[in-house]
T-cell receptor, first 116, second 115 residues
Framework: GAVVSQHPSRVICKSGTSVKIECRSL??????MFWYRQFPKQSLMLMAT?????????EQGVEKDKFLINHASLTLSTLTVTSAHPEDSSFYIC????????????FGEGSWLTVV | AQSVTQLDSQVPVFEEAPVELRCNYS??????LFWYVQYPNQGLQLLLK??????LVKGINGFEAEFNKSQTSFHLRKPSVHISDTAEYFC?????????????FGQGTELSVKP
């Protein structure tokens, strides 16, 4: 079946530094990818919708300058957390949409970010 | 706007017993409905989805769900659970015409299967 891979699965960074998380669709082209954030024991909150070749669409309350999203190819979207702070520590999950309709979505394994 | 409510945050159940995880949604338009399972420290795995057609949807691992439009519900059921079903379960909804692939998740239900 289709696979979406995230890298790294776990990362620890120092406050003030930036960290990049990659989301790849391994065996299909994904014109649209989504980035979610999940706090421990909580649900997933959509951060932004990433469209290949265009600017990402951010949800209300998400700082676009802090969470930079780049969807440079049909198989890769990246999320860069800039000037990270401890409150940015979270589980970040991406998903990729196969095809044009919205009924075939595959999720990555998630990336744990810890900012110390 | 769409929203999803999972009525139970935790559901403890004994092994081989039946289980139902409840999900209600609100939407002014047609919806796609999904159930996902998340094992500790992992991403999400699709259990089943309702797009159209038969209101009873069968998924993986013996799970099924029934779409009830009048009650705006999409409850997940399994007739006999296993220890390995212990996980977090999320109900999600999307608007197929305007938001292709953008999912709104419920708060999650922690299913704990005890021997």
């Amino acid at each position: 079946g289709a696979v979406v891979s995230q890298h790294p699965s776990r990362v620890i960074c120092k406050s003030g530094t930036s960290v990049k998380i990659e989301c790849r669709s391994l065996d299909f082209q994904a014109t649209t990818m989504f980035w979610y954030r999940q706090f421990p024991k909580q649900s997933l909150m959509l951060m932004a919708t990433s469209n290949e070749g265009s600017k990402a669409t951010y949800e209300q309350g998400v700082e676009k300058d802090k969470f930079l999203i780049n969807h440079a190819s049909l198989t890769l979207s990246t999320l860069t957390v800039t000037s990270a702070h401890p409150e940015d520590s979270s589980f970040y999950i991406c998903s990729a949409r196969m095809g044009i309709s919205g009924n075939t979505i595959y999720f990555g394994e998630g990336s744990w970010l810890t900012v110390v | 706007a769409q929203s999803v409510t999972q009525l139970d945050s935790q559901v403890p159940v004994f092994e081989e017993a039946p289980v139902e995880l409840r999900c209600n949604y609100s939407s002014s338009v047609s919806v796609y409905l999904f159930w996902y399972v998340q094992y500790p420290n992992q991403g999400l795995q699709l259990l089943l989805k309702y797009l159209s057609g038969s209101t009873l949807v069968k998924g993986i691992n013996g799970f099924e769900a029934e779409f009830n439009k009048s009650q705006t519900s999409f409850h997940l059921r399994k007739p006999s659970v296993h220890i390995s079903d212990t996980a977090e379960y999320f109900c999600a909804v999307s608007d197929p015409y305007n938001q292709g692939g953008k999912l709104i998740f419920g708060q999650g239900t922690e299913l704990s299967v005890k021997p």
